[in-house]
């Protein structure tokens, strides 16, 4: 991919075309059509639209692949550099359609909607009618994203008939490594039966399956701690610890953030023989995967975590012992010199710079931010960590100047609303210094959200619900209330592209009987960004 440095180009150059449907005036603020990256093996992916894939499925009678993702996101970049970059990932997608689909391609909250795809980056492999055969876990590396797809041409069935075969004991061991790999959440399963599914699946697995049990117990006791639920909890984690191969298996719990919450869950204080027994196993098992040259840079990053997240629960007031900063800070420094290619970088420096200010070392996660910021082409990622950065320092306005640069630079369809949306939430708890700010932002806001065809759809609905959170008082009166009540009155009138959600947005925000004044009849108020 190349890289330019996005300091160096107006940020007007990011946009293109106007909003003008909203009959209180025209708007200044400008959204692009798609974002435009270098992507791996361009060659290999469908050319043409979602719709069309699907024909040409049925057509050669085969299933479909399909990524869907952003260019920002960390966890996607991820994939992209440990399996779509990968010389055998063009060998196994010849028994596929494969679709690349864009967060910000036309549509694609649409798309992401229907296909229940909301969470960057999602793997779906799809019969040719669209039924959901396997949701692969985007942690998989090359060796389980190979198995993951064999299993899943072998079941070629919806992947809830494979966890009721699972269930009733007739399940294959392709259909428990198909199982196993894959993320269950287009089941639409929660609380205390996606808990016994959880325990059903951990239970039933063959006891010859060991990766396949480490990596199921591991989410299971995820799930567990989440939903505060009790179970028999050192059944499994002495799956998850039972070696090699169910270390490296159930790594997602071992070294992802999540494992903090389990902690807590299996102890209420961080004493005791038991407490630091499992400490001292969770701890050995990090060491074990921080060692291995097979896992990529943001997995051997995270091995660090765990010593975090035992200090923190020993002392949550502070400060971080002296060995567990020295281990980040070592473990942030061979990240940054272990991270050669575009994907890696963008998927492991924030993370190394967020756990850098976790251990109080800012000058530090400043510096790797800064140096990723001046050459990245998705800057506004850099810049909300920057913001996030900042603000955990205590400097308010910093973190507010970040957050209003990541919104300036952001480009694409959602991506551009994304970053509106997280400036406002920022700028509004401040809001009494400036709420013709607030105001427009809100504009900003609700201009792309209005040109869109999904402005109101997928994730873009989780902004919209997200600006709705962020504006209630707001609408009692002043400046931020005239704003969404004349646009309100668009949407009655019929003015956004995205029609019916957008008057489910408006329905619990506007008071019935406030008669708010329409804003000005140009929206920039002097204060576009330039």
């Known amino acids: 991919m190349h890289l330019i440095s996005m300091m160096a180009l107006p940020a007007v150059l990011f946009f293109a075309g106007c909003a003008t449907t909203s009959t209180h005036g025209a708007t200044c603020m400008k959204t692009d059509i798609a974002v435009k990256e270098a992507i791996p093996n361009p060659e290999l992916w469908f050319e043409g639209t979602v719709e069309q894939a699907f024909a040409e499925a049925r057509e050669l009678k085969r299933p479909i692949f399909l990524f869907w993702n952003a260019a920002w996101c960390p966890p996607c970049n991820e994939v992209k550099s440990e399996l779509l970059s990968k010389a055998q990932f063009p060998e196994l997608m010849k028994p596929f359609v494969p679709v690349y689909l864009d967060g910000d391609s036309e549509r694609a909250q649409h798309w992401g909607e229907k296909l229940n795809a909301s969470g960057y980056p999602t793997m779906l492999v799809l019969s040719a009618e669209g039924k959901e055969i396997a949701r692969v876990l985007e942690t998989v590396n090359m060796g389980e994203f190979e198995a993951a797809l064999s299993a899943a041409l072998s079941a070629n069935r919806p992947l809830a008939e494979t966890i009721e075969l699972a269930r009733s004991g007739k399940a294959a061991e392709s259909d428990w490594r198909l199982i196993a790999l894959s993320n269950w959440e287009a089941l639409n399963v929660a609380g205390a039966d996606l808990l016994k599914l959880h325990k059903d699946m951990a239970d039933g697995v063959p006891e010859n399956m060991v990766k396949e049990r480490a990596l199921l117990a591991g989410r299971l006791l995820d799930a567990a701690a989440a939903n505060g639920r009790k179970i028999d909890a050192q059944v499994y984690l002495d799956r998850i610890f039972a070696g090699l191969e169910a270390i490296h298996a159930a790594r997602a719990t071992i070294i992802s953030p999540s494992m903090k919450n389990i902690i807590p869950w299996l102890h209420r204080t961080p004493s005791g023989i038991e407490y630091n027994a499992l400490k001292a196993r969770w701890l050995a098992a990090a ?198 009540a004349a646009y309100a009155a668009d949407c009655e009138r019929g003015l956004s592209k995205d029609g019916s959600k957008c008057k489910n947005h408006f329905a619990g925000l506007v008071l019935k009987d406030k008669k708010a004044k329409p804003p000005s009849s140009s929206s920039c108020d002097g204060s576009c960004p330039m």
């Open 287 to 484: 060491a074990v995967l921080e060692a291995d040259e097979t896992l990529s840079v943001a997995n051997r990053l995270s091995a660090a975590y765990p010593a975090l997240a035992f200090n923190q629960f020993e002392h949550p007031k502070g400060p971080v012992d002296a060995a567990v900063r020295d281990q980040i800070v070592a473990a942030a420094a061979k990240a940054d010199a272990r991270a050669s290619t575009p994907y890696q970088r963008k998927s492991v420096l924030s993370w190394a710079a967020s756990l850098l200010g976790s251990v109080g070392e800012f000058d530090a996660a400043r510096k790797l931010l800064d140096k990723e910021f001046e050459v990245t082409d998705t800057p506004w990622y850099y810049a909300s960590a920057h913001a996030g950065l900042e603000e955990k320092a205590g400097n308010q306005a910093a973190a507010l100047k970040w957050s209003e640069k990541a919104r300036v630079f952001a480009k694409g369809r959602a991506t551009k609303l994304q970053w509106i949306v997280t400036d406002l939430a920022a700028a509004a708890k401040v809001s009494a210094a400036n709420e013709r700010h607030v105001a427009q932002l809100t504009k900003e806001y609700y201009a792309i959200a209005f040109e869109l065809e999904d402005g109101f759809s997928g994730r873009n609905a989780k902004r919209a619900n997200a600006v709705a959170d962020v504006l209630k008082g707001f609408e009692k009166g002043g400046p931020v209330a005239n704003v969404i």
